[in-house]
């Protein structure tokens, strides 16, 4: 069983931004993915970016591209969310997600899930 705790949601003005963290409890698989995806009150749960530990490739939401980085400390087998320009429209509990495989987008493919940080962005 991995463990995945998040850290670093907020509330924030439009604009602002906010960096979010996860770290892993262990590393168990030679390649993994860890990754993030958030949901909005009403709304299913949807990808915002992943990363794959073996060759540290990246996968982001159209919506998020140009505005959030995906960066990992391999050492500490943790992840972050840099979110930059910040719309009310991101408004979501973030999750942090991992999987033993390569990244993908998919929801269902993600085998261990945080709890959740909540991210709430003002207008």
């Known amino acids: 069983q991995v463990h995945l705790v998040e850290s670093g949601g907020g509330l924030v003005q439009a604009g602002g931004s906010l960096t979010l963290s996860c770290a892993a409890s262990?590393?168990?698989?030679?390649?993994?993915?860890m990754g993030w995806f958030r949901q909005a009150p009403g709304k299913d749960r949807e990808f915002v970016a992943a990363?794959?530990?073996?060759?540290?490739?990246?996968l982001y939401a159209d919506s998020v591209k140009d505005r959030f980085t995906i960066s990992r400390d391999s050492a500490k087998i943790a992840v972050f969310l840099r979110m930059i320009s910040l719309k009310p429209e991101d408004t979501a509990v973030y999750y942090c997600?991992?999987?033993?495989?390569?990244?993908?987008?998919?929801?269902?493919?993600?085998?261990?899930w945080g709890q959740g940080t909540q991210v709430t962005v003002s207008s």
């Open positions: 990363t794959s530990w073996a060759d540290g490739g990246t």
């Open positions: 997600a991992a999987r033993s495989a390569g990244a993908t987008e998919f929801v269902g493919d993600y085998q261990w």
């Open positions: 262990k590393r168990t698989f030679s390649n993994y993915a």
